[in-house]
Nanobody
């Protein structure tokens, strides 16, 4: 079993930066890939970034490419999402998730989910 806990959300102005953390416990952290998702009010949950078990592969949604960076520290059992140049449309609840697969691109591929952290970008 895996437990994931996100932190680092809050209120930030347009153009600002934020770093989200995803602390994991339970199953050995380097045995599953991590994805970051977000869900805005009235919209579907979308994947924005994913990273493989050894950080060898990373992928980003077009909407965040060049602005967000996903990383992980397997020694600390923690994954991160560095979000720069934030826009009001980045406002959402952000979730981290874990999958036993090599790299997941859809919510259905993920077995473990955190509770989410709210990010609000003011204009």
């Amino acid at each position: 079993q895996v437990q994931l806990v996100e932190s680092g959300g809050g209120l930030v102005q347009t153009g600002g930066s934020m770093r989200l953390s995803c602390a994991a416990s339970g199953r050995t952290f380097n045995t599953y890939a991590i994805g970051w998702f977000r869900q805005a009010p009235g919209k579907d949950r979308e994947i924005i970034a994913a990273i493989s078990r050894d950080s060898g592969r990373r992928a980003y949604a077009d909407s965040v490419k060049g602005r967000f960076t996903i990383s992980r520290d397997n020694a600390k059992n923690t994954a991160y999402l560095q979000a720069n140049s934030l826009k009001p449309e980045d406002t959402a609840v952000y979730y981290c998730a874990g999958t036993s697969g090599e790299l997941g691109f859809t919510a259905g591929e993920y077995d473990y989910w955190g509770q989410g952290t709210q990010v609000t970008v003011s204009s």
